[in-house]
């Protein structure tokens, strides 16, 4: 029988931790009160020589219609470790950086609302496991802008 071992990439996780978090309850609920808020994602990369950072900003509100209990937003960071020569390019770090930092902060940004509204006294939410691909190529820009953005 042959031993499988895993191949593990250049780039590691270094930490994981909440950079932001406002959460206000706006007014009491009454009874068997529902809500359906709109979900908001937002990721960065913040590059630097030898740690990068990704961020994933989470936000849930009301739409115009629907008075809204809660206001929430949560920003997540994870630092990750780049060895000092890398065999990647900068296009495929960016791309890999994004996709990891969606695929790792998701599952805590879950968490960490669900758990915190409970807190809250208000009715559960469990937010929906996303597509990362799928997310990803939404949120990925196109290399234009990418350059546009770093200038």
């Known amino acids: 029988m042959t031993e499988n071992q895993p191949v593990f990439h250049v780039v590691q996780p270094h930490s994981i931790f909440v950079q932001q978090l406002t959460a206000r309850r706006l007014?009491?609920?009454?009874?068997?009160?529902?809500?359906?808020?709109?979900?908001?994602?937002?990721?960065?990369?913040?590059?630097?020589?030898?740690?990068?950072?990704?961020?994933?900003?989470?936000?849930?509100?009301?739409?115009?219609?629907?008075?809204?209990?809660?206001e929430l937003e949560l920003q997540l960071a994870v630092q990750f470790d780049l060895p000092p020569k890398k065999d990647i390019s900068d296009e495929e770090l960016l791309s890999f950086l994004k996709r990891q930092s969606l695929l790792l902060l998701w599952p805590y940004a879950r968490t960490y609302i669900g758990d915190l509204l409970a807190k809250m006294g208000l009715p559960?939410?469990?937010?929906?496991?996303?597509?990362?691909?799928e997310t990803a190529i939404q949120i990925i820009p196109h290399r234009d802008d990418e350059e546009n953005e770093q200038q």
């Open 124 to 133: 559960p939410l469990i937010l929906p496991w996303i597509n990362v691909e």
């Open 27 to 70: 007014f009491p609920l009454k009874a068997n009160y529902s809500y359906h808020p709109k979900l908001s994602l937002q990721l960065n990369i913040k590059r630097n020589n030898s740690n990068p950072q990704g961020l994933l900003g989470v936000s849930l509100s009301g739409d115009a219609e629907e008075q809204f209990p809660f």
